[in-house]
């Protein structure tokens, strides 16, 4: 699997267009279903990391593969808050950003196998799979930044904003997530020392 914008855009228009036959409710709908949307499509993306550290038997080399997955409950009620106060452009972009960022940089967000070989001092090698966390970082400004200028445009456009918006959030958040940093955390009870590094793509 691999992080498509298209998907979370096609999800956006859908959410969009169901938002204009609505008379009351619009912003809890929006937060629900946009923070929902925003955890599937990190969802789909792969993580692979390159590892190396200690263990109590030896030294380990190794790769590791895993998923990402936010707490779309805890995105819902910032989204919720941001809509609800009515922040304009720019304040809205940087809000939004946040929220996002925040979602993805909490903790226990990441699970990750690494599997690889460890070996002895002696020079006997075995291989070796474990269960390992992680975490991740990026900038929230990639979203901020991108966001700014969509509102700008939309300021101008006759017809089309919410097409538009649903695009230019898509390839936002896709450009926050590959410019990311995903850092394995080799810990006990498997290793004494290590790290991991990798990206979600």
């Not at 925003?38 to 190396?52: E, P, Q, Y």
């Not at 200690?54 to 009620?77: R, T």
Request: net charge negative; hydrophobic share 45%; charged share 10%.
């Amino acid at each position: 699997m691999s992080l498509v914008p298209a998907t979370l855009q096609s999800s956006l228009v859908s959410i969009f267009s169901a938002m204009g036959n609505m008379s009351e409710g619009g912003d809890s709908y929006l937060a629900r279903e946009m923070a929902l949307a925003v955890k599937t499509f990190i969802l789909t993306g792969a993580i692979a990391t390159v590892d190396s550290g200690a263990a109590s038997a030896g030294s380990y080399v190794g790769a590791g593969v895993g998923i990402m997955s936010i707490d779309n409950s805890a995105l819902e009620s910032a989204l919720f808050d941001i809509f609800k106060e009515g922040y304009e452009d720019s304040d809205l972009a940087d809000e939004i950003a946040f929220a996002i960022d925040d979602a993805c940089t909490s903790d226990n967000v990441i699970s990750i196998v690494s599997t690889g070989v460890l070996t002895t001092p002696a020079g006997v090698s075995s291989p070796l799979v474990a269960n390992c966390g992680g975490s991740f970082t990026s900038s929230k400004s990639v979203i901020s930044s991108l966001l700014v200028s969509c509102f700008s445009v939309m300021g101008s456009m006759p017809e089309g904003g919410d097409a538009y918006l649903a695009l230019q959030l898509s390839l936002a958040i896709h450009a926050y997530m590959l410019a990311g940093i995903i850092d394995n955390a080799m810990d006990a009870p498997v290793f004494v020392s290590g790290s991991g590094v990798g990206k979600i793509v």
